[in-house]
């Protein structure tokens, strides 16, 4: 009986350490919710005329390979930018790293008048160790209209041309006036 009571005190306690010991949940989880961009602070007072090179490469990575002669390649197009709460610090200052769980989000519009998205490009910071060369940031392509994922990880040819904002981690802060 007393082996049956220190065996269950065992049990207990370790159950008890696990318990203690789990990581809080990851702030990196927060849900994305681009249906409601009204819940994120947005960045820009107006649509941002997006830089020509990012029309054509700031997208999906399977139309990169389209040939940019195409019309379907709009000469010009627009952006608004918004950022969770953790991440306006940063973004306003251009100073320090985000902390973990930081959301930016661009949505691409047609035109300056465009109600609508029609893309969505998302950069959220994980936890560190994710890709620790490259500032740990989870690249997301979502589609506008459908709101389907098109792309997500540690996408190398997003990676490849925001690698050159490494000063402010990555983020572009292109359409920040006084910067
Ligand atoms: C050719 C360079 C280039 C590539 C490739 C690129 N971006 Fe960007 N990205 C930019 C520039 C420049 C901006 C500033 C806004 C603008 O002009 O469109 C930007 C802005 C952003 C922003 C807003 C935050 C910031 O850094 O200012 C996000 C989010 C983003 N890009 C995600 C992506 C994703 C996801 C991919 C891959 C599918 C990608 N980008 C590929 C150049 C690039």
Redesign the pocket.
Known sequence: MKTAISVLAVVVALIGIRLYASPPIRPSLEPLQLRRLDRYVRITDRP????D?????????EE?ALNPHDPAFPET?F?H?YVNEIAKNPMLTGKGIYPEGSL???S?LAAADSQKPELF???QKMANGYDTERGNWK???VDGTSYRQL?SGR?D??I???EQ?KETD??????IAEK
């Open positions: 941002f005329e997006m830089q090179s990012t029309i054509t490469f700031c997208r999906p990575p990169i197009a952006c930018v930016v989000i661009k691409k490009t998302v950069m690249y997301t392509v792309a996408i040819s997003c490849q041309c925001h904002y990555y983020i572009t802060r292109e359409y």
